[in-house]
């Protein structure tokens, strides 16, 4: 793909990957881009390499704006294989005696992933790097999302280079957020939701640290998706919004059913939400990916779990959704659990363990009902959805 | 001696083997690492443990 100039002397050089659907699972349903910056001035520097198997078409991409050989720095912001795994090939092609520029917790990380003996420059925060007409600053940004993730800022463009933050996983020709529709900031939350919403207290000190520094940001280039340009205040914004965790009068309702039971209370549970006003999702756990689960539980006040007994236990798929969900560390949520049973029936018990392990705070003991709910019960699954909603 | 848990990270204090690398020897409890001290993971500061 031809390489795009989106800056004077500055390229994204990156690659699409149109067909991946699971991104180490999370479904990916518009594909993703691995973008890669080449800024050519005095001294040529590039930032981030692609996931390995889309090196050759990396070092195509590059080799249409200069000669590989000429580029004097590569800047690694993140370690995590899809920016890394392109390295080793890269560093072949620039020069294995070429500094490679990384946190001090990035050289550590790199080097547990790659047996080459690169030629590593460990910054130290705040640290700079005069390429001629521009100057590159880096800024650790530690456990956003993984230890070694820093950012890389272009001091004269006010170009922010910011790894996995703000990106989404999104292919397209489109390269900015005036090309693209609305569409992205469903892309730009998923990704937040499943990558970044455990470290959220962070980004919220984070956006105050550079509010204070004073730093003007006219344009951010993320590792995925499109490069924010028009408005990256709004990606900020949005990324504030998101950290804080308000929620709307929204409930998300995750199940899982054998034989519908469990199915139909969670319907007569949405419908006494939806009575109430309540924006309510009911998501079956084999019908959607848990990615877009946690998607929606992002900005939900309630998330009201049901799962049938199965051999004294859980249905499976609530273990995968549960354990997903306690990693990702939503706060500020109501919850409450249900299910139906057999001879039993300790689904729902095991449920408020967990919600209430996650610090959910749980308005009701749950219903459970036998075999097949009749009128009786599913007027109380309306009542627990009508319950629910007055809790908001 | 407790452990601490990074509440950020995960990471584990373990007085028993201590933070060589940033100078805090083997055997000293949380509770005399100086505040300064962040974690070597995340470099979350002594504030962000809990007791394990
Ligand atoms: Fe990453
Ligand atoms: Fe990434
Ligand atoms: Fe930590």
């Avoid at chain 1, 990035?106 to 080459?116: C, E, I, R, V």
């Avoid at chain 1, 306690?326 to 967990?354: D, R």
Wanted: with cysteine; proline share 5%.
């Amino acid at each position: 793909m031809k390489p795009v100039e989106i800056a004077k002397g500055i390229y994204d050089v990156g690659v699409k990957d149109w067909n991946i659907r699971d991104f180490h699972g999370h479904s990916t349903h518009m594909g993703t881009s691995y973008n890669s910056f080449l800024i050519v001035d005095s001294k040529i520097a590039l930032i981030d390499a692609v996931k390995k198997e889309f090196s050759d078409e990396l070092i195509d991409n590059i080799s249409q704006i200069v000669d590989p050989k000429k580029i004097d720095v590569v800047i690694s912001n993140h370690t995590e294989m899809d920016h890394s795994g392109g390295l080793p090939r890269v560093m072949h092609r620039v020069g294995e005696d070429k500094p490679l520029y990384c946190s001090k917790m990035g050289q550590k990380n790199l080097s547990l992933h790659f047996p080459q003996h690169f030629n590593y420059h460990a910054v130290e925060n705040g640290e700079t790097l005069n390429l001629g007409r521009y100057t590159l600053s880096f800024m650790e940004t530690r456990m956003l999302h993984w230890p070694d993730s820093m950012f890389t800022y272009l001091n004269e463009e006010k170009i922010l280079f910011s790894s996995d933050a703000f990106g989404q996983h999104y292919a397209g020709y489109e390269k900015f957020d005036d090309c693209v529709t609305e569409d992205i900031m469903l892309q730009a939350k998923k990704y937040f939701a499943n990558i970044l919403l455990p470290y959220a207290p962070l980004i919220l000190k984070l956006v105050e640290q550079v509010t204070a520094m004073g730093l003007d940001i006219r344009m951010i280039c993320p590792d995925h998706g499109i490069i924010w340009r028009k408005d990256p205040g709004k990606i900020i914004d949005a990324y504030v919004g998101w950290s804080r965790q308000n929620s709307g009068k929204k409930a998300v309702i995750v199940y899982d059913t054998m034989w519908h039971s469990t199915e139909k209370m969670a319907r007569a549970i949405a419908d006494g939400l939806s009575e109430q006003g309540v924006a309510v999702r009911p998501m079956h756990l084999r019908r959607s990916d848990r990615s877009d689960i946690m998607t929606e539980v992002l900005d939900a006040r309630a998330v009201v779990v049901g799962s049938p007994t199965l051999n004294n236990g859980l249905f499976p798929s609530l273990g995968d959704f549960l354990t997903y969900m306690k990693g990702l560390k939503p706060k500020n949520k109501i919850g409450a659990a249900f299910g139906s049973y057999g001879w039993s029936g300790e689904s729902v018990k095991l449920i408020t363990q967990e919600l209430e392990a996650m610090k959910f705070e749980m308005i009701d003991p749950g219903v459970k009902v036998q075999y097949v709910p009749d009128e009786k019960a599913l007027a109380a699954c309306f009542d627990l959805g009508r319950k629910i909603g007055q809790a908001m | 001696m407790d452990r601490y848990v990074c509440t950020v990270c995960g990471y584990v204090y373990d007085p028993a083997v201590g933070d060589p690398d940033s100078g805090i020897k083997p055997g000293t409890p949380f509770e005399d690492i100086p505040d300064s001290w962040e974690c070597p993971i995340c470099g979350a500061s002594k504030s962000d443990f809990e007791k394990e």
